[in-house]
């Protein structure tokens, strides 16, 4: 099984993102409450997504960049996996699902 952590810049929509995550077949996703860094107030919400193989996770977080634009704010998304951080923002949504598809699929 593969797990990445999806973080969304507005805690307001990270139902959202969860909702149409567990539309995305094979694919498990809970929400779960941070603790802060240090230096940091407050917890937020984050999404650990769950697969069986790295093009079913690459399937899910191919979503993102629509999810992004369909917002009424600016709205990021940064996935974590392992030593791996990538902020995905509406700027640079195609640039950074490379990077994050050649981590999950090697």
């Given at each position: 099984?593969?797990?990445?952590?999806l973080q969304v810049?507005?805690?307001?929509?990270?139902r959202a993102l969860r909702t149409l995550l567990e539309h995305v077949p094979?694919?498990?996703?809970?929400?779960?409450?941070g603790a802060p860094r240090a230096g940091e107030l407050g917890?937020?919400?984050?999404?650990?997504v769950v697969a069986a193989s790295g093009g079913v996770l690459a399937t899910a977080v191919?979503?993102?960049p629509e999810f992004i634009r369909?917002?009424?704010t600016d709205v990021s998304v940064t996935i974590k996996r392992d030593?791996?951080?990538?902020?995905?923002?509406?700027a640079?949504?195609?640039?950074?699902?490379?990077?994050?598809?050649?981590?999950?699929?090697?």
């Open positions: 099984m593969i797990t990445i952590e810049s507005d805690p307001a929509e990270v094979g694919v498990q996703v809970v929400q779960l409450s917890v937020w919400d984050f999404l650990q191919s979503t993102i369909s917002r009424r030593d791996l951080e990538v902020e995905v923002t509406a640079n949504a195609e640039d950074a699902l490379r990077v994050v598809d050649r981590a999950l699929n090697g």
